[in-house]
Nanobody, 121 residues
Framework: EVQLVESGGGLVQPGGSLRLSCAAS????????MSWVRQAPGKGVEWVSD????????RYADSVKGRFTISRDNAKNTLHLQMNSLKPEDTAVYSC??????????????WGKGTLVTVSS
């Protein structure tokens, strides 16, 4: 059974940092591209970042480019999102997603329940 479990969310002040993690199980993690998305209160799902199966290719939404870094540890079956210079508009539930293949060209087939990030003073 595929499982994706996010952790690392919490309350942080504007300008602060958080590191999110997504623990993956039930599939060969190193063979699949992964993604982070977020959903702010009362808004739709926003794509944040993608990483290919090897970690060699990444891409970011303009809203987080230069502040967030996606990475993966294939030996530990874990996906990360380092978030720096956080802004109140980054407040959202962050979820990780698994793509159907090694790149983000295919669709998504699994996603986690998410972890809440609140940026507020």
């Amino acid at each position: 059974e595929v499982q994706l479990v996010e952790s690392g969310g919490g309350l942080v002040q504007p300008g602060g940092s958080l590191r999110l993690s997504c623990a993956a199980s039930g599939f060969t993690f190193s063979s699949y591209a992964m993604s982070w998305v977020r959903q702010a209160p009362g808004k739709g799902v926003e794509w944040v970042s993608d990483i290919d199966f090897s970690g060699g290719s990444t891409r970011y939404a303009d809203s987080v480019k230069g502040r967030f870094t996606i990475s993966r540890d294939n030996a530990k079956n874990t996906l990360h999102l380092q978030m720096n210079s956080l802004k109140p508009e980054d407040t959202a539930v962050y979820s990780c997603r698994k793509y159907k293949g090694g790149s983000w060209l295919g669709g998504v087939d699994y996603w986690g329940k998410g972890t809440l990030v609140t940026v507020s003073s």
